[in-house]
């Protein structure tokens, strides 16, 4: 579902196709599936797919590409607030494969065992599809994207035997399939992981697994239907790679990274219990305190403003994915606000000592919550998100963190009282 910027084939020729214009004979129509692997940028990390229409009597084919986007028009704020307009565009063949080569993408073609009425219902739908009047769509990545609108296409070309082949349980969640595209890179698999709620932990069947270019291509490659004379056929007639990539494939499961993470955590909070002892310790030291503060104040105002996004984002957005997020438990606007009453004990400020004490005793409190709500998660799995990266690093960051404040500001409360 790889994202793509190519350019599509210039308006006046869009449309000038023989099964655009009706002129194709069914029987000289070929329909491909052509999968890329996944690439570098974040976008890429998911694959792409494409439909192939080919005329063999005229010669002509067309890419059916259903990734294009623009970054004008107000692209960065419309999906910030999960409104993103994606559309259909034809573009060159040979072009477009040397395109995912240049990138050491794996290009595989697959051509599709469809009946000839079949094909031209394909075809034509495509060329219609393109036109600007039906060409957007608004973009989901799980629901509504490049492999599903292809998946569709393909299910209604025989009849919708393929959904129905591929309605049983998949193995792994939406959060599993997306892991195993994102765990190479930990810090923004981690992101991502916090970033969604328990839509993409409910089970899933190999259908809506196939919003992945590569799950939609293992399918086709194992499926066959029953035509209209009752016979079984293979949906692949022939398959063909164009291209192999030199890139490590795709892992089948996600990796297990919360030992990682809580390693990262417990790092973390023991360092952040630490300063605080030692500015508990030299109350008359300056340089004791301003390293707690810091310190604090510093993962305290990554994290916050990483929570912060997601509140905004649930509340506001149309990023459904992250509505009534549990992470919010442990990250969160009150995380941030943690942040700037550190860095004012840090500097000096006395007044701020109460504050920054029940806002760390707050926020222990609910990421204690979050683990206890994910415990009973476990038995109901109604109430479900998978939260074990976000808890792994967090809920030890926090209760550390906590434990620091504790330590760091008590002495002065105690001496203020005393006097």
């Known amino acids: 579902m790889g994202v793509t910027l190519l350019s599509a084939v210039r308006p006046a020729q869009a449309y000038n196709t023989p099964w655009g214009k009706g002129l194709s004979r069914p029987e000289d129509l070929v329909i491909s599936l052509a999968t890329f692997s996944p690439g570098d940028q974040i976008p890429q990390w998911f694959g792409h797919t494409a439909l ?3 005329d063999r009597r005229y010669n002509t084919a067309r890419l059916y590409n259903y990734g294009m986007f623009s970054f004008g028009d107000g692209m960065l704020m419309n999906f910030a607030m999960g409104r993103l307009l994606f559309w259909v565009a034809p573009a060159p063949v040979a072009p ?127 499926f066959e239907y029953v035509d209209a004379e009752g016979n079984t056929q293979p949906l692949v007639l022939r398959t063909h790679q164009v291209f192999k990539s030199s890139r490590a494939p795709t892992p089948e499961a996600p990796a297990t990274h919360w030992p990682f993470w809580l390693g990262v ?43 912060t996004g997601l509140f905004v984002m649930a509340a506001m957005t149309d990023h459904t994915v992250t509505y009534w997020n549990l992470n919010l438990l442990l990250a969160n606007p009150l995380t941030l606000l943690g942040a700037f009453v550190a860095l004012r004990v840090a500097f000096g400020s006395e007044g701020s000592r109460r504050g920054l004490r029940l806002i760390w005793r707050a926020l222990a409190s609910l990421a204690i919550l979050g683990l206890l709500v994910q415990l009973v998660g476990l038995i109901w799995p109604a109430i479900f998100q998978n939260m074990l990266l976000p808890l792994a690093l967090l809920l030890p960051w926090v209760l550390g963190s906590a434990a620091g404040v504790e330590l760091a500001c008590k002495p002065t409360e105690r001496t203020q009282s005393e006097a």
């Open 52 to 54: 192939v229409v080919e």
């Open 96 to 222: 477009t494969y040397q395109f995912y080569i240049a990138e050491d993408r794996d290009v595989r073609v697959i051509e599709l065992n469809l009946p000839p009425e079949a094909r031209a219902e394909v075809a034509a739908f495509l060329a219609d599809n393109v036109r600007p009047e039906n060409r957007q769509y608004l973009y989901h990545h799980y629901d509504d994207n490049c492999a599903t609108r292809v998946r569709d296409i393909i299910d209604k070309a025989v009849g919708g035997q393929f959904k129905e082949a591929f309605s049983h349980d998949d193995a792994l969640t939406l959060r599993g399939h997306t892991r195993r595209h994102s765990q190479h890179l930990k810090p923004m698999d981690w992101l991502l992981m916090f970033l969604m709620n328990n839509e993409i932990d409910r089970p899933i069947a190999v259908w809506d697994a196939m919003f992945l270019p590569e799950v939609l291509e293992e399918a086709v490659l194992d």
């Open 265 to 307: 955590g417990v790092l973390l909070g023991a360092l952040s219990a630490l300063l605080g002892w030692r500015a508990q310790r030299h109350p008359e030291r300056r340089g004791p305190r301003v390293a707690f503060g810091l310190y604090l104040g510093a993962f305290a105002g990554l994290f916050g403003l990483v929570g």
